[in-house]
């Protein structure tokens, strides 16, 4: 099946660019980031072995859940999350990628308080300080995480970052650094365990993961171009 060969070929990769660091590739997760991808996609890419899906728009999720929930998908949420959509995710998405802001663990650690669970997030930071990007400035990144510490049904796990596009894949590698850096320093600060790092895509995930990565979230080298 070409699914299979593609994705087949993504992980030959991930497995090289983890030689390449000294690194297992056991250390890596692949997701597969299916904006706009359909669910009989999706449950073709599982049947190849795929577990770990990652979804942008709650309502998009929500439409694919239910008709792939007969299907033991790890799910995670890695787009821009409004406070108001949180309670749609509780009990059903294993890893929130995208907090960045006091006002949305208040929001997460409320619904999964009244759903009777510990949701497991990143902090996104944004990490070239765009203005039209989500995330946490590096700056603010610290007083973020110290308040989550006091959230008895919200567990951070490490960090998340898109970095400014650019045509060479190798000039993301300092804000990977950087991400893994900021990553060390709360570790160190707090003495606490950040195991993960969700930093890379596409073209540019194998310089990710010489510099760290834990999860590298890819959609169009997997499932092709698709409609936004």
Not at 100 to 112: F, G
């Amino acid at each position: 099946m070409e699914k299979c060969k593609s994705l087949k070929e993504i992980l030959l990769r991930i497995e090289s660019a983890c030689r390449r660091a000294g690194r297992d590739p056991s250390e890596v997760t692949l997701l597969g980031a299916t904006k706009t991808v359909s669910p009989d996609t999706i449950r073709d890419f599982f049947e190849c072995g795929l577990k770990v899906f990652g979804e942008n728009r709650v309502q998009e999720f929500l439409k694919k859940y239910e008709v792939l929930k007969d299907l033991n998908i790890d799910w995670h949420f890695i787009g821009r999350l409004q406070s108001n959509k949180v309670k749609y995710l509780m009990g059903k998405i294993s890893l929130i990628h995208s907090l960045d802001r006091v006002s949305l663990a208040q929001e997460i650690q409320k619904r999964a308080d009244k759903a009777g669970v510990v949701q497991k997030v990143l902090i996104e930071v944004n990490i070239g300080e765009e203005k039209t990007k989500g995330g946490v400035l590096p700056a603010d990144l610290f007083d973020l995480f110290k308040y989550t510490l006091s959230l008895k049904n919200l567990k951070v796990l490490g960090l998340m970052c898109i970095p400014p596009y650019t045509e060479n894949p190798q000039e993301a590698r300092h804000y990977f650094s950087k991400l893994r850096e900021l990553r060390d320093t709360l570790e160190k600060e707090f003495s606490v365990e950040l195991p993960h790092l969700s930093m890379g895509m596409s073209h540019d995930f194998e310089i990710a993961i010489e510099e760290g990565a834990t999860i590298v979230r890819i959609g169009t080298l997997l499932f092709g171009e698709r409609k936004r």
